[in-house]
């Protein structure tokens, strides 16, 4: 399992395995090692775009303060929206969910994942926030919908 490798090679396999693997940031990158099988064909390569696109987006999502801040100013004119998120507490949540932190890979199909990946490993996380606020914009009346 690449997962497991990858918590054995950055020194934070802990002992309670099971567990280990059930945390947000064992799923996030399980998640990203998911989608990364359907599109590179070595494990090895596999791994490594893996644990480095991880790296990168760690301290990003680490900062769930920035996160939401960013999201709100991203869609602070559509008022209605916004209060609905924050009604819900969906905006806070969101900053800390699978979505970000395993960079849409849950989400998206491969091929889109593979464009949108190739973006953020150049240096722009902010791409994320903006494709969180294009899809809350595209399906803004089903949010709404929601209680």
């Not at 947000?24 to 590179?40: D, G, H, N, T």
């Amino acid at each position: 399992n690449i997962t497991l490798v990858w918590l054995l090679n950055c020194n934070r396999l802990k002992f309670e395995v099971t567990r280990q693997l059930k945390e947000l940031e064992s799923q996030s990158f399980r998640l990203i090692v998911e989608a990364l099988c359907q599109v590179l064909t070595e494990d090895e390569e596999v791994f490594w775009v893996a644990q480095n696109t991880f790296a990168f987006l760690n301290p990003y999502t680490s900062d769930k303060m920035a996160t939401t801040d960013s999201l709100y100013k991203l869609i602070k004119d559509d008022t209605e929206l916004l209060e609905h998120l924050q009604d819900y507490s969906l905006l806070q949540n969101i900053s800390s969910s699978y979505i970000i932190t395993s960079a849409f890979s849950s989400v998206l199909q491969p091929h889109l994942l593979a464009r949108l990946l190739d973006k953020v490993v150049a240096g722009s996380y902010t791409v994320l926030l903006y494709t969180l606020a294009a899809f809350f914009f595209t399906f803004r009346t089903e949010i709404m919908k929601m209680r």
